[in-house]
């Protein structure tokens, strides 16, 4: 699991070897809202927030509570987030929405949620990819249907290499969502 630069697993810190130095970026990533979110530590993401702090504050990757929750599958986080403020469409240093992180991981609840408080589709990251293209990339079937038939338009958007959702689809034979992804002929 990649956590961006952060070497967590919600509290037990894994390594071949034990080390006593860690960056501070490391600290401040444990000591956040980020970890918790990312746990699915719903009691301390509510301290975090009821102390004052930003649910859009950033990690120093551009990553918010928001994405992380909405990776992890912490459907009562990201609405708890949500309420509280953080912004559907914040985007990373590198493009990738919440939006993004919730359709790579197959997690339908929390893109369903996303979508309904306003998230946009059709926001590429710095791949060019869409929410879309991720969703067909890991075969996360559910999603790739809620998609395109909700944003027909989103089948169309090519990558940066020119590609549209479609194109990532790994055995046509099994896809039983292949026919959704098909731009249809104009």
Not at 3 to 15: L, P, Q, R, T
Not at 89 to 117: D, M, W
Request: hydrophobic share 30%.
């Amino acid at each position: 699991m990649s956590n961006h630069g952060h070497a967590h697993d919600c509290g037990a810190h894994v390594s071949g070897a034990p080390s006593v130095h860690q960056t501070l970026d490391e600290m401040e990533f444990e000591r956040g809202i980020w970890s918790a979110a990312l746990c699915g530590d719903y009691e301390e993401v509510q301290r975090h927030l009821r102390r004052g702090e930003n649910a859009n504050r950033t990690d120093s990757s551009g990553y918010t509570a928001l994405h992380y929750a909405s990776r992890n599958n912490h459907l009562n986080i990201c609405e708890l987030l949500l309420r509280s403020g953080a912004d559907v469409n914040c985007v990373t240093k590198s493009g990738v929405t919440p939006l993004h992180r919730a359709a790579y991981k197959g997690n339908t609840e929390i893109v369903q949620l996303l979508l309904k408080k306003g998230a946009t589709p059709t926001i590429q990251d710095s791949d060019g990819k869409t929410p879309l293209h991720k969703a067909v990339e890991m075969e996360k079937g559910d999603i790739i249907e809620m998609l395109t038939e909700q944003f027909p338009e989103s089948v169309s958007i090519q990558d940066n290499k020119g590609l549209a959702p479609a194109s990532y689809v790994r055995d046509p034979q099994s896809q039983p969502y292949n026919k959704l992804i098909q731009p249809s002929p104009d």
